[in-house]
Structures are given as structure tokens and as C-alpha cells.
């Protein structure tokens, strides 16, 4: 007998639980959000996710979408690669959910990738990237090559940024910064830069003893051109490798280090000090002077409470993307995926970096570049910035292999990497 | 215009740097007074061009910024160091209402303006109303070059330095004059070197005289550093071009051989002071360990974590000083100390008496237990503090490096790490030898039940050793906080590295952890310019599974029954 009650109440319990579950699935639109909030990228991806929280705050305020509310349904992958994937998978599968804002590093993407392939899924990813892909289900919001380490180079090599003749590539050892440097390297061959002038050098992930290379880097720099470091170095190992460029007297006037991991989050654990002048390359900075801009850090400060939190590029991106998700959703008139992504081509929207950001049928966007200096309170002056945006370019133009391939995801294309388009257009 | 400077900053040497202020003040009021008296003609065209040159200091265009630093520069008049030092400080903005341009200091509304040639006050004004002057990298060595060479006879040896530094590096012809008057008077040899090597390099860069650029080479070939080397390898790299031709270009290369091989030697050194660096590291993190693990014999995976905690420590200890006695923050890391190493010991005695007491003799389960702990801690600190890093100031005394005229740089963070971890080793062995506590703490772990027998509380000894190894692992990382990020990633990346120190120097042996530190550190060092740090990470890690297989034990192993237990 009790053993039968038990079995009923289980029976009801999730009986119950299941009407709920269907209720809340035809009230609300799941927002999937996918950052790690343990682990080594905790440190970068958690505010993200706030950042996505915030945005669907700010819409469920504005009377939600399409009729519904909002809804975040928030995963730990727990900075695990593997982990990544399954929980790409829980998020479209058992939670429902209408799209995904996520992943920081690349092989968490290259992770996930397979499974949105296979599912169908919608993903916004917000983070500056190697490119060398398109991805029928994946928006890409932060910058490619082209649109982050050309520019900065070639910054480098103008008058304005000390004609440098020497370069050091520093990078951690993972497939951002190796294909990143292939194409630098590439780019640097076409400026007739040669490989004597060029030192490629890579340390492990949380990388903490930054003495030897500093040093090395110095005596590079001191064979009679003028040297800049390109830093792809990420996560952890920023903060030990400023500290030693400071105690070992690096200025930015003698060698400079451009960075493209580097924002305003990275260097709140830092006195900046010592590297004034030290540079980094975004789409977006925090002292941008735009009335959008300045909203934006209300907005964000007042959601997280705390009037000393600071933005940053990847921020700008999902709030980017996540409009432009608002209002193909709004145009399609439904969240199914293959109608929203139809949608998005062409999706403008007003950036907090101060210009119209447009999303193109690569699924990479136009932004512009800009150039800051690191200034003694964290902050970054803009320094440089390209006239308008630039089209984000899925396939480099410097690897060969890759200059044959198109992106384009609408007709005659249809396709992330060919070399011809799939329909012929008669 | 450099004479004029002479003259004026001239009077200045000797005497203190207050009573040289005010003279240079009243001096500064003298020259304007004098100026408008006798030159008028000139002065008055002067001092109508400075405002508009002034202006133009915050110019979007790099070409114009660079124009009016040369030509305030060359106006020689004082006043133009108040505005060209605000540029160079980020502090110079020009107001958007009315476009004119003002020094700015921060007040708690936002900032106090003050006219940048007569030091008016100005008012003040919210940040949204000012823009910033922005300055690059050329920029900033320019300015450098034209403030170094006014205060290159200021009183401040260490600032006449600099400013001849800073020559070097500009290396224009308009500073010969300059340079020349400064070493007439120079009295500190070693500010006079500095002097007469940033002369050399003026005159091998630009002059006509092939006697001259030799003389210069061989004043140059003095001096051992990268600096130089850049320089002679620069003029090498050009060939036979410029006066003196291939005479001049072999004596440069002749030098450089010189200066090269001095380099390399001194490059030998700094090795050795990066691998003993990376050997004190290791010695702080595994310290703790090594009585944890070495003498208890429990496998700590949570050690990183009481390295982490005492890092957080240090960073509370940083917040209550700075919100409260600012004027302490020099000595913050020496409260610090004793703070971390409570707060991590504390830690420490409650997961031993909450969880390790009731797991000795079962290894397997004792590592699953202190993981799941560390993975508990470290969410913990993430909940608490918010994951990002923390920021956790350096001292004065701690920044910066000991340079030596070769170039050779020991920075006072690691020289600091260095000498602490050794103090703290020596404190900890003379704990174990020489007191009751040590002696107590020996015989548990050696003898257990004979030590309960003889009366010994080994339940409480067992507390306050695991106590102390979370303590000496939270001191630890009050050091670490100095070099690495504060966040709670912190421990993770230590734990690996201080097992294989333990291991590799002998478990139970406080020597042999100081003896495998150190090694590795070196051994690491002198690897890594041939391998790569990735590689040269892995070569370690092999050779010492190999050495693992001869020498189970480590270098340094403990021989007797007690180990055989």
C-alpha cells in the first residue's frame, strides 16, 4: 500500500511538473546562454552572461517580444570544451531553447559547432576570432582578422604608430592565436617583412613565468630596427606578462605591445601605470564619446549595481547581436530559426561604439576599427579608428587556400567555404 | 635657448630641491618681468604665439601636435613646461563649449581647471564637458626628449639621468649644446657616463666628421647594454653610408663584437637570477606542501586553494588600507603577512578536523575529498569576490628592477621573492628543529601510537601541523599576489608544480624541497630559450618521470623504519 502511494505521488509529481513545463514553453522565448561561469574563462564569461541577462531584463521591461516574455535559461559549461557541446545540446534539445548567446574561446566553438550543425540551432557569438569559417547556424558579432590584426599592424607600421620593422608574435599556444599569426605572418611576407625580422614564440594557457621571453624580447628588439610585440596571449596570463614588461622597464615608446585580448575587464586587475601607451585593437572601447555609448554604461552599471563595473568589446557585441536577434524576430514574425536567420541579413543597428552596425550574409559584421592606448586609470584613448566600418571577411585574402573561398549564406551562394557558387543564377 | 636654460637651472645645482623651487619661481617671474622690459619686440611675439601653440597641442593631427612641441620648445620660455608636461600626464583638455584648452587635477566632481601658461584658475567642470589632448607613442618620446632636456641640469641626479636617457633615445642634433654644458658640470660619474654616452650617439648618428663618429664608436663600445646595441647594430645594418664610410662601419662593427659578447656573458647572469627567481617561486608554493604532504603524508589537492586564499587576503588587507589609512599602503604586504597566514591556517585546521581526521590511511580517498574541497573553495572565492581579478598593488619599494650600467636588469619584485622565500624557509626548519611543537609534530608522524602513549594530543598536533602548512601556503601567497593574477584560479595553476617539487626533492625533507625548487627553476631556465615554454614544460616533466623510475623517493630521501610505515 505505501509502496503504491508512493509511486502515485511520484506519478502525479511528474505529471504536474510536465503541464508546467509545457505551459511555460508556450508563455515564454528561451534565451539559451552558454558561458562558463566556473573555471579558467569564469573570469571573462560571466559577464557575459550578465550582459544577455540584462538585455532580456530590458526587453521583457519593453513588453517582451512578439507577445511573450523572455526567458534565460542559463547553462554552466564550466570552461570544460567537452562540456560545452553536451550542454549546447541540453540547451536546444530539452530546454527549447529559440537561440543561443555563447562560447569565449575558439575550441569551445569549434565544440559546440557540430551540434548546432546538426540541430539546427542559432548561435551569437560575440568574441574577436581567427576566422576561417562560416557556419550556417552560427552569427559571428566580433571582429575577424581583417578586422582586428591587420588593421593594428598596419597601425604599427604607419608613422603615427612609430614605423615598427620588427615584429614579435607572442600567443598562447591554441588555434586562435596560431591561425591569427599564420595570417599576420602571411600579411607581413606581402610587406616584404622577412622571416629574420619576425619571432614567433607560444606559452601554455595561465602561463605565469614571463621572464625569459620578456628578456629575449628585449634583445630582439635591440638588433637595430624597430620592434612591436603583437600579443595574442589570453585569459590569466595577461596580467603576469604586463607585470614583467613593467618591472623590466619596457616602455611602449621602445617597444610597444598591441594586444587583442586585451580590454577594459583584463586590465581592472592591474596597475596600469607602467603601461601606459601600450596598445590594443577592438571594434569598441569604454571611453568611445557616444551619446549610445553612454546609455549603455548606465544601463549595464545600474543592472549589475555597482558604478565602478566597466564594458567591453565582447559586451558590445551581444548587446549587437541580441538587438539584431529582437528585431529579425520581430520582422520574421516567429523565433523558427531558418525564418530569423533569413531575417538577419541586413539588420541594422545602433551601436554604443557610435556607428550603424550591419549584419551581412556572410553572418560576420561591418564595424569599424579602432586603436587604443592604455592610460594610467585602465581606461583606453582612442588613438586611431578607421573612417567607417569594415565588412568582416570570413576567409582571410593572405592564405592562399583561403582567398579562393566565399561566404555567403543567400543565393546563388548558399554556402560558408566554396569555391563556386551552389546554384547557378540563369 | 639652451643657454638661456643653462643659465637658469644652472643656479639651481647644489643647494635642496625646495630651496631650488622657489628660486626657480622667482627666477620664473624674473625672466617673464625681464623679457617684457628689455626684448620687446620679441618677447611680445613670443608671447602671442604661446597661447596658439598651446592650443594646438591637443590637435587631432600627430604632424601639428609634433610642430608645436618643437616650436614651445623652442621658445625657451619656462612657462611652456607647465602644458607640454600636463600632454605627456593626460592632463591637458580642451573644454567642448569653447574650445579652449586647460590643465586639469581630478576633484571628486570631476576636475579643477587651471590655464596652462599663467596657472590661472580656471573653476571647474564635469568630465562630460572636457575632451583629452590625446598623445602616441612618437608623441610621447618627443615630449620626453624636450621636457628630458630641461631638466637636464635640474638638481635630481636621478632625473638628469633620465633626461640623458631620453636624449639617447631622441637623439636630436639641437640637444649637442646641451648635453655639452650639462657634462662640463656634471659631478655624479655615473649620470656623466649617461651623458656622454647619449653625446656619442648624437654624434656617430648625424655628424660629418669621420673623427668625431669614431671617437664616438669608441666612447659607445664602453658601455654594455641593448640599447648601444641597437644603435651600433643599426649603423652596421646601413653599410658604408654616412661620413667616414668603411672605416667608421668596421670600427662599429668591431665594437658591437665587444659589446656583444659582454652582453652575452651578462645575459649568462641574468639567467641564473631568472632560474633561482623561478626556483623561490616554486620553493613559496610547495613549502607548505612539503610539511602537508611530505611530513603528514596527506595527498592535498586543496593546497593551491590556501595559496588563493592568502593572495584574497592580501587583497582585503590592500582594501580596509586604502579606504582607511592610505598612508600605510607601503607596509600593506607586511600586515598582510601574518593575516594570510591566519586566515589560510584557520582554513586549514577546519578541513582537517572536519574532514582529513577521518581519512588518514586512505590516500585514495583523502584526494578525492581535499579536490572536492579545493573545487569548493574556489567557488566560494568566486561567489564572494566576483570572478574577476582583483587588483593588488605593488609598493613603491617593489616596482621597478636594480639596473646595472651592462644592461642587466634584477627586478626588486623577484629579488624580493627571492630573500622572502629563504626567510621563510629558515623560519619553518627552525620551527621543526628547535621547538616543542616541531618536536612533537615529528613524533606523531614518525611513531603515532607510540606518541599517544607517551601523552602527546596527536588529534591536536595533527590540527595545528596541518595548520601551519595552510598557513606557510598562504603566506606563499602573499608573494604569488605580487607576480600573478588574483583570482580564483590562482591555486590551480601552482598544485602541479608544487607536488613535483616535493617529489622530485624527497618526500619528508624540507632541504630537498629547497634543493628541487631550485633546480627545476634553473633547469627550466636555461631550457627554455632553446625549447619554447611549451616544449621546455614537457622535457621537465618527462625527465622527471624518469628520474622518478631510478630514484622513487626524490634526491634527497629519508632512510630509516620510520619511512618504511
Same mark, same amino acid.
Not at chain 2, 84 to 101: P, Q, V
Given at each position: ?42 573570469? &571573462? ?31 554552466? @559549461?564550466?570552461?570544460?570544451? @567537452? ?61 575577424? +582578422?581583417?578586422?582586428?590584426?591587420? @588593421? ?69 628588439? &635591440? ?14 596570463? =595577461?596580467? +603576469? ?14 617597444? +610597444? ?25 577592438? =571594434? ?111 576567409? &582571410? ?14 543565393? +546563388? ?14 | ?58 590637435? /587631432? ?34 573644454? /567642448? ?15 579643477? %581647471? ?34 628630458? #632636456? ?132 616554486? %620553493? ?12 603528514? #603524508? ?11 586564499? #592568502? ?255
Amino acid at each position: 500500500m505505501r509502496k503504491f502511494l508512493g509511486k502515485t505521488w511520484l506519478a502525479a509529481a511528474i505529471a504536474s511538473f510536465a503541464i508546467s513545463g509545457a505551459q511555460a514553453a508556450d508563455d515564454t522565448i528561451k534565451v539559451g546562454v552558454l558561458h562558463s561561469l566556473s573555471g579558467t574563462m569564469a573570469i &571573462s564569461e560571466t559577464t557575459l552572461k550578465d550582459t544577455i541577462l540584462m538585455m532580456i531584463d530590458d526587453q521583457n521591461k519593453k513588453g517582451g517580444l512578439l507577445g511573450k516574455k523572455l526567458e534565460a535559461v542559463v547553462v554552466d @559549461p564550466a570552461s570544460n570544451w @567537452p562540456l560545452f557541446a553536451e550542454k549546447a545540446r541540453e540547451l536546444i534539445q530539452v530546454k527549447k531553447s529559440d537561440v543561443v548567446f555563447g562560447c569565449w574561446t575558439s575550441v569551445s566553438r569549434k565544440s559546440v559547432l557540430p551540434v548546432f550543425e546538426e540541430l539546427n540551432g542559432l548561435l551569437f557569438y560575440p568574441v574577436q576570432y581567427e576566422g576561417e569559417e562560416s557556419s550556417r547556424n552560427v552569427f559571428y558579432t566580433g571582429a575577424a +582578422p581583417n578586422q582586428q590584426a591587420i @588593421p593594428a599592424v598596419e597601425y604599427l607600421m604607419s608613422k603615427d604608430g612609430g614605423e615598427a620593422k620588427r615584429w614579435v608574435l607572442l600567443g598562447t599556444d591554441y588555434v586562435y592565436p596560431r591561425t591569427t599569426n599564420k595570417i599576420l605572418r602571411a600579411f607581413l611576407h606581402a610587406k616584404g617583412v622577412s622571416d629574420a625580422d619576425i619571432m614567433e614564440e607560444y606559452t601554455p594557457f595561465g602561463h605565469s613565468d614571463w621572464q625569459t621571453i620578456v628578456t629575449n624580447v628585449k634583445k630582439f628588439a &635591440s638588433e637595430g630596427k624597430k620592434t612591436a610585440v603583437v600579443s595574442t596571449i589570453n585569459g590569466d596570463a =595577461n596580467v +603576469p606578462f604586463y607585470k614583467e614588461l613593467g618591472n623590466q622597464g619596457i616602455k611602449a615608446e621602445d617597444i +610597444p605591445v598591441v594586444a587583442f585580448s586585451v580590454g577594459e575587464e583584463e586590465l581592472a586587475g592591474l596597475d596600469t601605470t607602467p603601461l601606459v601607451g601600450h596598445l590594443a585593437a577592438w =571594434n569598441y572601447f569604454m571611453s568611445v564619446d557616444a551619446p549610445k555609448n553612454a546609455e549603455f554604461i548606465k544601463q549595464w552599471q545600474a543592472f549589475i549595481k555597482n558604478p565602478k563595473r566597466v564594458t567591453n568589446d565582447p559586451m558590445e557585441a551581444h548587446y549587437i547581436g541580441f538587438k539584431m536577434w529582437v528585431q529579425a524576430v520581430q520582422q520574421a514574425g516567429t523565433t523558427d530559426v531558418d525564418a530569423v536567420r533569413q531575417a538577419m541579413y541586413g539588420q541594422k543597428v545602433k551601436a554604443p561604439g557610435g556607428f550603424d552596425s550591419v549584419m551581412n550574409t556572410n553572418h560576420h559584421l561591418s564595424k569599424p576599427v579602432m586603436i587604443g592606448e592604455i592610460q594610467a586609470n585602465g581606461q583606453f584613448d582612442i588613438v586611431w579608428r578607421t573612417d567607417g566600418p569594415i565588412v568582416g571577411d570570413a576567409w &582571410s585574402d593572405f592564405i592562399p587556400e583561403s582567398k579562393k573561398l566565399t561566404a555567403d549564406w543567400t543565393f +546563388p551562394w548558399v554556402c560558408g567555404n566554396c569555391e563556386k557558387p551552389k546554384y547557378a543564377a540563369n | 635657448m639652451s643657454n638661456i636654460w643653462g643659465r637658469i637651472l644652472a643656479c639651481g645645482q647644489g643647494p635642496g630641491p625646495s630651496y631650488w623651487n622657489s628660486i626657480h619661481k622667482m627666477l620664473k617671474y624674473f625672466f617673464i618681468l625681464i623679457s617684457l622690459a628689455f626684448t620687446p619686440l620679441n618677447a611680445f611675439a613670443q608671447a602671442a604665439d604661446l597661447p596658439a601653440l598651446v592650443l594646438q597641442l591637443a590637435d /587631432k593631427s600627430r604632424a601639428k601636435q609634433s610642430e608645436a612641441i618643437d616650436a614651445l620648445t623652442a621658445s625657451g620660455d619656462p612657462v611652456v613646461l607647465a602644458p607640454l608636461e600636463a600632454l605627456l600626464n593626460g592632463n591637458l583638455y580642451t573644454r /567642448k563649449s569653447d574650445g579652449t584648452i586647460w590643465i586639469t587635477t581630478e576633484s571628486a566632481t570631476g576636475f579643477d %581647471l587651471k590655464h596652462p601658461l599663467t596657472g590661472a584658475e580656471g573653476g571647474s567642470a564635469v568630465s562630460e564637458e572636457m575632451t583629452k589632448a590625446n598623445i602616441t607613442n612618437a608623441i610621447r618620446t618627443r615630449l620626453r626628449g624636450a621636457l628630458g #632636456g630641461m631638466s637636464l641640469l635640474g638638481p635630481d641626479a636621478k632625473l638628469r639621468r633620465q633626461a640623458a636617457d631620453a636624449i639617447f633615445k631622441n637623439a636630436a642634433p639641437e640637444s649637442i649644446p646641451l648635453l655639452e654644458s650639462a657634462i662640463a658640470k656634471e659631478s655624479d660619474p655615473a649620470v656623466l657616463r649617461r651623458m656622454q654616452r647619449a653625446l656619442a650617439a648624437i654624434h656617430y648618428n648625424l655628424s660629418d666628421d669621420p673623427q668625431t663618429r669614431l671617437k664616438a664608436i669608441e666612447t659607445l663600445g664602453g658601455f654594455t647594454d641593448q640599447d648601444v646595441r641597437a644603435l651600433l647594430n643599426n649603423v652596421v645594418a646601413r653599410g658604408a653610408a654616412g661620413a667616414g664610410g668603411e672605416e667608421v662601419r668596421a670600427a662599429a662593427e668591431k665594437a658591437l663584437a665587444g659589446v656583444e659578447s659582454r652582453l652575452e656573458f651578462w645575459g649568462l647572469a641574468e639567467s641564473l637570477f631568472q632560474g633561482i627567481s623561478l626556483g623561490s617561486v616554486l %620553493l613559496l608554493a610547495a613549502i607548505g606542501l612539503a610539511i602537508t604532504f611530505g611530513v603528514m #603524508g596527506i595527498i592535498n589537492m586543496a593546497h593551491g586553494e590556501m595559496v588563493m586564499i #592568502g593572495a584574497y587576503t592580501t587583497y582585503m588587507v590592500q582594501e580596509i588600507i586604502r579606504t582607511s589609512f592610505p598612508g600605510m599602503f607601503d607596509a600593506s604586504l607586511f600586515i598582510a603577512i601574518p593575516a594570510a597566514f591566519m586566515v589560510s591556517g584557520l582554513v586549514g585546521v577546519a578541513i582537517e578536523r572536519g574532514i582529513i581526521r577521518f581519512l588518514y590511511g586512505r590516500p585514495l580517498e583523502t584526494l578525492l575529498a581535499t579536490w572536492g574541497v579545493s573545487l569548493i573553495l574556489q567557488q566560494t572565492v568566486r561567489s564572494i569576490f566576483g570572478p574577476t581579478n582583483k587588483e593588488v598593488g605593488t609598493p613603491a619599494w617593489m616596482s621597478g628592477a636594480l639596473e646595472f650600467d651592462s644592461g642587466l636588469a634584477l627586478t626588486y619584485n623577484r629579488l624580493a621573492i627571492i630573500i622572502f622565500s629563504l626567510m621563510v624557509l629558515g623560519l619553518l626548519v627552525l620551527v621543526m628543529r628547535r621547538t616543542s611543537l616541531g618536536l612533537r609534530m615529528r613524533a606523531v608522524t614518525q611513531n603515532r601510537a607510540m606518541a599517544n602513549s607517551m601523552g602527546i594530543r596527536t588529534g591536536t598536533v595533527d590540527a595545528l601541523t596541518f595548520g601551519l602548512g595552510s598557513g606557510i601556503a598562504g603566506i606563499a601567497g602573499v608573494a604569488l599576489s605580487q607576480i600573478d593574477n588574483v583570482s580564483p584560479n590562482l591555486g590551480q595553476s601552482y598544485i602541479v608544480d608544487s607536488f613535483m617539487v616535493v617529489v622530485f626533492g624527497g618526500v619528508g625533507n624540507l632541504l630537498g624541497t629547497f634543493f628541487g625548487a631550485m633546480s627545476l627553476g634553473l633547469v627550466n631556465k636555461f631550457l627554455e630559450p632553446y625549447a619554447g615554454a611549451v616544449l621546455g614544460k614537457i622535457f621537465i616533466l618527462v625527465a622527471l618521470i624518469l628520474f622518478i623510475q631510478y630514484r622513487p623517493r626524490g634526491m634527497f630521501a629519508l632512510k630509516g623504519r620510520a619511512v618504511e610505515h
